[in-house]
Each structure stands twice: as C-alpha cells, then as structure tokens.
C-alpha cells in the first residue's frame, strides 16, 4: 500500500512518544497526567472497524493496570503490537481508509 501520509501504527507509535513526554514533563512540575487522559485521543481510531472492541478494551484496560502508572507509551505500544495481531491491515492504513473486513477474512468467507 502507498501512503502520502503516515500509517496508523506510525500514528500510535509518535503519539506514544509524544504522550510519554507529556506525562514526563508532568510529572517532573508535580503533576499527575493520567494514562487515561492521554489515550482518550485514540479510543476510537478502530471505530467500527473489524474487531475495534478489542482495541479500545485493551486500551483501557492496560492504561488502568497499576503496574502501568505513568507509562502511557508502554500502554500504547503493547496495545498496538496486540492489535496488529488481530487485524494488521488496519494497522497498515493510511490516508483515512478503514478496514471494516480484513482480506483474509474476505476469504475465508468464500
């Protein structure tokens, strides 16, 4: 696939990175920037799409986790490497296309 624009796994890694900065920055000034903060950009970049569900689940779930506390690139990337998984095509899009039937479950339907 040709992208003129950044994949959504390019997306999610940068935001990881950016948002991990942010809740560094935060937490260096005395602040407490929580993981469920930080991902609420991203709980519906699967919207509708085929297992979506899963991701915003696990997003949330991971980012609740107290092991997880101010790591909120750990969340995101975990989160993304375990979706990719389930539906890497979705993964792969750019440009605003959505996945809402991946191919190989296209073929496996004929």
Not at 40 to 50: D, H, K, Q, V
């Amino acid at each position: 696939m040709s992208c003129n624009t950044m994949t959504r796994e390019e997306i999610l890694r940068n935001y990881a990175d950016f948002a991990q900065q942010e809740q560094d920055a935060a937490t260096e000034t005395g602040y407490h920037l929580s993981n469920n903060i930080l991902i609420r950009p991203l709980i519906n970049l699967f919207s509708g799409e085929y297992e979506g569900a899963k991701f915003r689940g696990q997003l949330t779930s991971t980012a609740a986790q107290k092991s997880n506390t101010n790591q909120v690139r750990t969340v995101i990337l975990q989160t993304l490497e375990d979706f990719k998984k389930i539906n890497p095509e979705a993964m792969a899009t750019c440009n605003g296309a959505k996945i809402i039937k991946p191919s190989w479950k296209l073929e496996e339907e004929e």
